[in-house]
């Protein structure tokens, strides 16, 4: 249900409410939060909650330390899994500096403006992200190890796949907190799990994204289990991804009912055109480069239809003919940050008429080196992911250029420590392994 800020505190007042989790994440992607008591949250609807932003490295460490969080009511959700007396919900925020202008690291802002956009040139987009995970055992002390929960594969059942129970119990938390998951099963990997939820449009999507890092860590961890996202956690086996779902609507009062299947093609052939410059916000970390190429993860820039090992897929048989799938992204990505350049680029192609070229109908792990040569390559490492997002003018257009900076930065000081790294397997399983 989607509150106003009056409808807001009816419910709070009516359900026992009594602390408000205000929830947002850095440029990075990191979630964070600061808890409020129930009676203060008036006060912070009309001045915002203020937090110290020079402590938080994600956000750009400005001299003007001090940020404000207004929550968004629309996001208001009570959190299934804490005690039923004294309730705990949450509602994501926008950040603003004291003067109430936009901070200019809030990427959720950034998403809600290219959407924006997409309306105005009669779009409705919608996006479902479809993140697999993996579980590990703990030790005696409650510590992640690195021992899957099972030796399970693909769509296996139980007493093989044990991780059932754990999947069961997250779909019913994400369903209390107003999302719809559609289903689950066993992943490739040992103990590799998928969830999947209902298309949205695609704010709420990076929302719910957010929302289901926060669920499946939670709820694994009830079950005595550790829930990793990281991109590749175990060497020789399938790594995790987000296989970000895109389709077009006709936004409502648009001209035309439905999106004509040439601005279909258009949108894909834009995101085609920019998703190298774009992938140092899809791949986020050097270990996401372990994974690109290898167990149907892509590496060439290609589309085809039906065909998981392109870059775009787009599905047979959808319940419409203008919806892409686009399989490099990984978990650790800025969903807000990732989707904001991917809808962008879209809206690009649609506007500059990009033609899609001929769709890959092949398989690249099977394929001549002639074939292969014919397609670009998604960058290889993160020291090339960041090159092309340092000489890109798409992404300067697009992100503020404090946002990029800054990501550059910290990525540069990554790759280098990366690079120096006696042990590389040890620093990004120290640097990755429990991120969310």
């Known amino acids: 249900m989607s509150y ?23 440029i990075f992607g990191a979630l964070k939060n600061v808890a409020v008591m129930a009676d203060y949250l008036p006060q912070v609807f009309e001045r915002g909650a ?11 460490n400005i001299s003007e330390s001090d940020l404000h969080l207004f929550p968004d009511p629309s996001t208001l959700a009570v959190l299934p899994w804490r ?56 030790d005696d002390d409650g510590h992640p190890t690195t021992r899957p929960h099972d030796n399970a594969g ?50 709420s999507c990076a929302d719910d994204f957010i929302t289901y890092k926060m669920v499946v860590r939670t709820i694994a961890a009830q079950h005595g289990l550790f829930a ?19 389709s077009l609507h006709a936004a409502p009062g648009a001209k035309q009912d439905r999106v004509p299947a040439k601005t279909f093609e258009n949108f894909v052939a834009g995101i085609l055109e920019h998703i190298g410059e774009a992938t140092l916000f899809m791949n986020t970390t050097t270990n996401s480069y372990r994974r690109l190429g290898s167990f149907e993860a892509p590496q060439y820039i290609s589309w085809a239809k039906g065909n998981r090992s392109q870059l775009v897929r787009v599905p047979f048989g959808a319940a419409d003919d203008t919806r892409m799938e686009l399989r490099s992204p990984d978990p650790l990505c800025n969903p807000y940050a990732a989707l904001t350049l991917l809808l962008r680029a879209g809206l690009e192609g649609i506007k500059n008429n990009v033609a899609l070229r001929d769709a890959a109908n092949f398989d690249f792990a099977t394929a001549s080196d002639g074939t292969k040569n014919k397609y670009t390559t998604l960058p290889r490492s993160l020291g090339e992911a960041i090159k092309a997002a340092q000489g890109s003018q798409f992404v300067a257009h697009n992100l503020p250029a404090e946002v990029l900076q800054k990501t550059v930065e910290a990525k540069l000081y990554e790759w280098t420590r990366y690079e120096h790294a006696e042990d590389k397997d040890a620093f990004e399983h120290e640097c990755y392994f429990e991120r969310i």
């Not at 990793?228 to 895109?246: D, I, Q, R, T």
Request: proline fraction near 4%; charge should be negative; include cysteine.
């Open 4 to 26: 106003t800020k009056d409808g807001a505190m009816e419910f709070i007042k009516e359900n026992d409410v009594k602390f408000i989790r205000l929830v947002f994440c850095d």
């Open 50 to 60: 203020g937090f110290d932003v020079s402590s938080i490295d994600g956000l750009m």
């Open 83 to 138: 005690p039923s007396a004294g309730r705990v919900a949450r509602m994501f925020c926008d950040i603003k500096h004291p003067d109430g202008t936009v901070f200019a690291g809030d990427s959720r802002n950034l998403l809600r403006m290219a959407k924006k956009q997409a309306a105005n040139q009669g779009l409705l987009v919608k996006a479902r992200m479809e993140c697999e995970f993996y579980l590990f055992e703990t």
């Open 154 to 203: 693909y769509l296996d059942i139980a007493p093989l796949d044990k991780c059932e129970n754990v999947r069961r119990d997250i779909c019913l938390a994400l369903e209390e907190l107003g999302m719809a998951p559609m289903g689950s099963h066993h992943e490739k990997g040992p103990a590799q799990n998928e969830i999947w939820c209902r298309a949205t449009d695609i704010l």
């Open 228 to 246: 990793c996202f990281m991109p590749k956690p175990l060497a020789g086996k399938s790594g995790s991804g987000l296989h970000v779902n895109l």
